[in-house]
């Protein structure tokens, strides 16, 4: 297991394409819930026990070595808008492009020909960090640290937040990003015996129906 190659796949300069992104933070911004850094960190904080924990314990049981198709189609059941389906597609897409020229791998490989649209992102993920010798709980603290470093980044750009600010609140959610992926670790090693069926399947309505809401904008700062 090498510590380095956590950093570099949890590095924001990764190039899978999630600086286009903002995780739900410009439609939460327009519609005046998140202003500051203190609405940030309670934006960032729902994001992070709901969709957050569902995608870190995919990430995390493809790491494990499960089947990523049954994860693929798990992860499509628990989204039920269409347009985070199509980003986190998008996501993956880009995160295969990255992984596989990073960290060859059989295992990337198949998934690529399986799903040549693209796969949902955390799997991809889970299985770039097998590929690079990562357990479980790293790939899940990966996917739990994106899913609030991405909205932290938007916010600066979109209300021009001071980026001391932005940081503090992601250091504020350390803790909870711990167990966050604790959590999502042992979801997966219980899926590993169970089956798929038991992962997280935890709901943040609003953000879907924000989605659905930005996708259909015709001018916009980020992709979703």
């Known amino acids: 297991m090498s510590r380095a190659a956590l950093l570099v796949l949890a590095d924001g300069r990764f190039p899978a394409g999630g600086h286009a992104h903002s995780g739900g933070a410009e439609p939460a911004v327009k519609a005046g819930r998140v202003r500051d850094a203190a609405s940030l960190a309670e934006f960032c904080r729902g994001r992070l026990h709901t969709a ?28 039920p808008s269409p347009a985070l389906r199509a980003t986190a597609r998008r996501l993956g897409r880009q995160m295969m492009r990255a992984a ?62 001071d980026p001391f600010d932005a940081t503090r609140v ?33 709901s943040a309505p609003l953000l879907d129906v924000m989605a659905e809401a930005h996708a259909a904008w015709a001018v916009r700062l980020f992709a979703s």
């Open 52 to 79: 957050g924990l569902v995608s870190a314990s995919l990430a995390a049981a493809a790491a494990l070595g499960l089947d990523p198709l049954a994860l693929d189609d798990a992860a499509d059941a628990r989204t």
């Open 100 to 161: 596989r020229a990073t960290w060859p791998s059989e295992e990337l490989a198949a998934l690529a020909s399986a799903r040549p649209r693209g796969a949902h992102q955390p799997i991809v993920l889970g299985l770039a960090a097998r590929a690079a010798g990562l357990g479980a709980e790293d790939a899940a603290h990966c996917v739990a640290y994106e899913c609030v470093s991405g909205p932290a980044t938007a916010v600066v750009r979109l209300l021009s937040l």
């Open 170 to 202: 992601l250091a504020g959610l350390a803790p909870e990003l711990d167990v966050v992926a604790s959590q999502a670790a042992k979801s997966a090693a219980l899926a590993a015996v169970e089956g798929v069926g038991v992962l997280p399947a935890a």
